[in-house]
């Protein structure tokens, strides 16, 4: 369970920082935290525990029969639930159903949180009230819809939009790739002359939309 590293530079953009490099790195790490270590950790011990079935679809998608089950009447979105349940057998359903409930609250929290802030950019700071209502009656309205809804339905609804803001970012990363690398190289050259912590000046390097940076904090 995790966040998709599409939404993350919403939330690395409002981070206090003297060099943009530096939560760049921070956010290249949480990568290899999140999905490396912690998705990782919930594959191997779904396999090791046997908690999994492994189904046989037709070419439409449809279930057909399965190839390996060995939790029958079980789906894939209860696999970890069964897993921890299969070693602590008294708390396991209940710990996951909590940390699934807290997981899910965030995450709809931070996402607001990301599509309030797009619309802030996209009207200059001068959002009107009912476009901001409009925003939270959506929301709720998407919360409600997913909470009544099949999982497979929120699932696929989730890969569409996920995989619609991939290629936005795959976009993004290609436009920007240059100044990515100038900003790293400075804070490499800054850091290889002494600088325990380097400040960070857009218009030294030449790039412009970044005032921020050179304001007096």
């Avoid at 921070?26 to 990782?40: G, L």
């Avoid at 809804?149 to 569409?160: P, R, V």
């Avoid at 436009?175 to 600088?195: I, P």
Wanted: a neutral charge; glycine letters at 8%.
């Amino acid at each position: 369970m995790k966040q998709g590293r599409e939404t993350a530079p919403h939330a690395a953009a409002a981070a206090d920082v003297s060099h943009p490099a530096q939560q760049g790195l921070v956010q290249a790490f949480s990568v290899y935290v999140d999905t490396i270590f912690v998705c990782t950790a919930t594959g191997l011990m779904i396999l090791f525990t046997n908690q999994y079935n492994v189904g046989q679809f037709d070419g439409a998608g449809q279930l057909v029969g399965y190839i390996s089950e060995h939790i029958p009447g079980v789906n894939y979105t209860a696999f970890t639930q069964a897993a921890v349940s299969h070693h602590f057998p008294l708390i396991g359903n209940g710990f996951v159903a909590i940390a699934l409930f807290f997981f899910a609250f965030t995450t709809v929290m931070a996402y607001y949180y990301y599509a309030e802030i797009n619309l802030s950019y996209i009207f200059s700071n001068k959002v009107s009230p009912l476009v901001i209502w409009t925003l939270r009656v959506i929301f709720l309205s998407a919360v409600y819809f997913g909470s009544v809804k099949t999982a497979e339905m929120a699932w696929a609804i989730g890969d569409i939009g996920v995989g619609l803001m991939a290629y936005v970012n795959l976009i993004a990363i290609l436009l920007m790739s240059k100044t990515a690398l100038k900003v790293w190289q400075d804070y490499k050259q800054k850091r290889k002359n002494g600088e325990e912590n380097p400040n960070f000046s857009a218009k030294a390097l030449g790039i412009k939309n970044a005032e921020f940076w050179d304001e007096e904090k």
